[in-house]
């Protein structure tokens, strides 16, 4: 009972106000600390006995029980020491640099390989994923928004990725771009490189000069990733050690969006480098990426062509 006050106090529950007088978090530890001498004077051998067994019951139904709808004390710890160490975290030095990656994404089926390679670039700093909706009905594309996140976030649990998902609603994508770009990451973690799909200039050429579709949901959109004119396929798919798909994914029954033009796309490099000042880079290829195997320890390279955008240029 001491313990469990103790850490109610220290994570600053707000359901949790004991009406004791003298109650603070130092009476509760020193209860804890008392019991537990206590115990141990008593009967050293039992009570390190019943200690581990409490402790293994504790693991059991932590690891194999279903989730339950009480609520979890070490989820308000978590929380508390997050918004804590957040204030505290201040603009980090060169020294301890490492990759804070903000990856735009339209079609998670095709760009998983993208994905899955973000994720081992980031080396434990934050990662993003960004997606933009376009529309130019706010209120009615809301519940969409709402339904991506929810399939965004258990499209993480399925990969196995650590990351984050900022949707935006927008009547045009550079506008998406540029929110998604200045609302992303809390305090001091904030992304310092944007990762976008190189663009394809073979399947906007394939493209109608006239959209013949009467349909309300085809929105006009982006494509962050080389777009395919060949149509996705629905069937189940499952992404395995040998990079094979088998298995359906949460996001599948999202709808994606079209195709930017070069003007839209051009605009979102020019301000993510030139105004918002931003580290970009444009992925080409990783379609045909082969992931390290078990079976294969061969080393394998990519290519990485860095351009220093903010160097002055001088004229003779």
Not at 153 to 181: C, L, Q
Request: proline fraction near 5%; aromatic fraction near 12%.
């Amino acid at each position: 009972m001491n313990l469990a006050c103790f850490l109610l106090e220290i994570g600053s529950a707000p359901n949790f106000r004991p009406s004791f007088n003298f109650f603070n978090w130092q009476t509760a530890l020193f209860g804890t600390i008392i019991s537990a001498l206590a115990m141990l004077f008593v009967d050293r051998f039992y009570a390190i006995g019943f200690l581990g067994i409490l402790i293994f019951i504790f693991l059991f139904i932590h690891y194999n029980s279903p989730p339950k709808s009480w609520g979890d004390v070490s989820q308000s710890l978590i929380y508390h020491q997050v918004r804590k160490y957040l204030l505290r975290l201040k603009q980090e030095h060169v020294k301890f640099w490492r990759p804070q990656i903000l990856l735009f994404v339209n079609d998670p089926r095709r760009q998983y390989k993208l994905i899955q390679f973000c994720n081992s670039m980031k080396k434990g700093a934050l990662y993003i994923l960004g997606h933009v909706i376009v529309t130019d009905d706010f209120g009615g594309s809301v519940p969409e928004a709402r339904s991506q996140q929810a399939a965004w976030s258990k499209y993480i649990d399925f990969s196995k990725i650590k990351a984050f998902v900022n949707i935006a609603i927008s009547p045009g994508v550079e506008w998406g771009a540029r929110n998604i770009v200045m609302t992303s990451g809390l305090g001091g973690m904030r992304p310092n490189i944007a990762v976008l799909g190189f663009y394809n200039l073979d399947d906007f050429r394939r493209q109608p000069l006239i959209n013949l579709s009467d349909s309300p949901t085809n929105a006009k959109g982006t494509e962050f990733h080389a777009p395919t004119s060949q149509s996705r396929n629905r069937k189940s798919f499952k992404v395995s050690e040998g990079n094979t798909m088998s298995d359906v994914l949460p996001t599948d029954s999202c709808k994606t969006e079209g195709m930017m033009s070069v003007t839209s796309y051009v605009t979102i490099l020019e301000d993510l480098l030139l105004r918002l000042q931003i580290n970009v880079a444009i992925a080409k290829g990783f379609e045909d990426l082969d992931f390290p195997s078990q079976d294969n320890h061969s080393k394998k390279f990519i290519d990485l062509w860095p351009i220093q955008m903010s160097a002055e240029i001088t004229t003779a």
